[in-house]
């Protein structure tokens, strides 16, 4: 049975719905956030992108991950690294919020504040707002991590390549809900000690080989809360306020990428948090009616950090070519990155799931020197296309790729600063991508600056 109504059902009425043809207005639904996303395995430039949104932003919120992600930014000459705090925190006329589906390391985040303040980043603290209902990640947690990996390779003879910053055990105590939120640190501390205290106690029933000194830790546990303590707010009700307030610029960085995502990436060699557009609204509370663009950032080739298939990565110079012209080296970490070709299945799969209103293509540069170019376009097996993504990490180890070939430009691009400044073989790489994956590129960079990010639109 279904129902229908139009005004004239109800003449009789004095005050007929205010939903009359259902049409809203921008007050009703409020301001339009735009998300910025990962559209490989990640250390696509993601913050490079967000800084030069952010400049014109009024708040950019991080909504998943933790500092298991990195984010380097080059302003005026001066290198940035941001692994928790939000790439917008340089703009000093914007707000930053953390958000609550971010797991925080309060260590972390004040040591990395306090190095970046060292390097000219004044007052960021009083532009962070933090979520109350933020997870926090915990020293065990970190040392959970690495015991987890090392039984892993002992049992499997593999492990899943974490950074060992305590993110996945952090995100299996939230969803066995014996987790430690911003807001329980801020309440009664003896309360927070003694579900501190048990949190401990079930992790070492499970790792006899894990010792915490937990006064200890909540000594420093103590100290951090009441630095912490001006930034916290209801991030609910923050989200919301800015969303139906006055007219904001609201910008979503996300972490880590698509196939890094927890449901999509190449499980189980993914992160433990939904880095698609879906973690925009869940980590921060924001209804879906709120999104407006969605900005996918992929490099002009294909990198990966840590253990999982790669199917376009080229294990000869190529790689090397790749990952020393680029500097590919984790900014966490400090691994080196696996490089090959770009990878359109990847790519297009990332855009099934995110809906990408436009791309940033980057590091265009690093391909400057390149006699000739592939890119992925297709999967097979036994000599057939796949039709699908894989879901299946066996299946996706065993395709083979069908490449395009064009020609290298042989021409230097760091100094391009406009479309028409790109040599034509370039431009029709370019055009390619986009036509395969039928998503406009908005932005072409050609440097680590801010720039040199070529807007095309």
Not at 85 to 92: K, T, V
Not at 258 to 268: H, K, M, Q, R
């Amino acid at each position: 049975m279904s129902f229908s109504w139009s005004p004239k059902d109800n003449k009789s009425c004095n005050n007929p719905p205010a939903a009359t043809g259902f049409k809203r207005s921008r007050n009703d639904i409020g301001n339009k956030v735009t998300v910025v996303l990962g559209a490989q395995w990640g250390d696509e430039g993601k913050g490079k992108v967000v800084d030069m949104l952010a400049t014109e932003a009024d708040l950019v919120c991080r909504c998943q991950g933790g500092n298991n992600a990195g984010h380097t930014v080059v302003v005026d000459g001066k290198e940035y690294d941001f692994h928790l705090l939000p790439s917008g925190i340089i703009n000093s006329k914007s707000t930053s919020l953390i958000g609550n589906g971010v797991v925080i390391h309060l260590p972390g985040l004040f040591e990395e504040g306090d190095k970046n303040e060292k390097k000219g980043l004044k007052g960021w603290d009083k532009r962070l707002i933090v979520s109350d209902r933020a997870h926090l990640v915990f020293d065990f947690h970190q040392v959970v991590d690495g015991l987890q990996e090392t039984q892993r390779q002992a049992q499997e003879g593999k492990n899943i390549g974490t950074t060992k910053k305590g993110i996945g055990p952090t995100y299996s105590s939230k969803a066995s809900r014996t987790g430690l939120r911003v807001c329980d640190l801020m309440g009664d501390f003896k309360d927070f000690s003694a579900r501190f205290k048990n949190l401990v106690q079930q992790y070492q029933s499970m790792y006899p080989a894990l010792t915490v000194d937990a006064e200890d830790q909540l000594k420093k546990l103590k100290e951090y809360a009441e630095r912490l303590r001006p930034m916290v707010r209801d991030g609910v009700y923050y989200m919301y306020e800015a969303l139906h307030g006055s007219q904001k610029k609201i910008l979503v960085e996300g972490a880590n990428a698509a196939l890094l995502d927890i449901d999509f990436g190449t499980y189980p060699f993914v992160t433990s948090s939904n880095c698609t557009v879906g973690g925009a609204c869940t980590g921060l509370g924001i209804p879906p009616l709120n999104i407006g663009d969605v900005f996918g950032v992929s490099k002009a080739y294909t990198t990966r950090v840590g253990i999982g298939a790669f199917p376009t990565e080229q294990l000869n110079a190529v790689g090397e070519l790749l990952q020393t012209r680029g500097h590919e080296v984790g900014v966490t970490t400090g691994r080196k990155r696996r490089c090959g070709w770009l990878d359109l299945v990847i790519l297009k799969y990332a855009h099934m799931i995110n809906g990408f209103t436009a791309i940033a293509l980057t590091k265009l540069d690093i391909l400057d020197v390149l006699d000739e170019i592939k890119v992925g376009v297709a999967y097979k097996i036994n000599g057939k296309r796949v039709p699908h993504f894989p879901a299946n990490l066996e299946v996706l180890q065993k395709v083979e790729v069908e490449y395009e070939t064009f020609p290298g430009w042989k021409t230097d691009t760091a100094a391009a600063r406009k479309w028409n400044d790109l040599p034509p073989k370039a431009q029709n790489y370019i055009r390619f991508i986009e036509n395969h994956i039928g998503v406009p590129i908005k932005w072409v960079g050609v440097g680590k600056s801010r720039e040199c990010m070529i807007q095309m639109f």
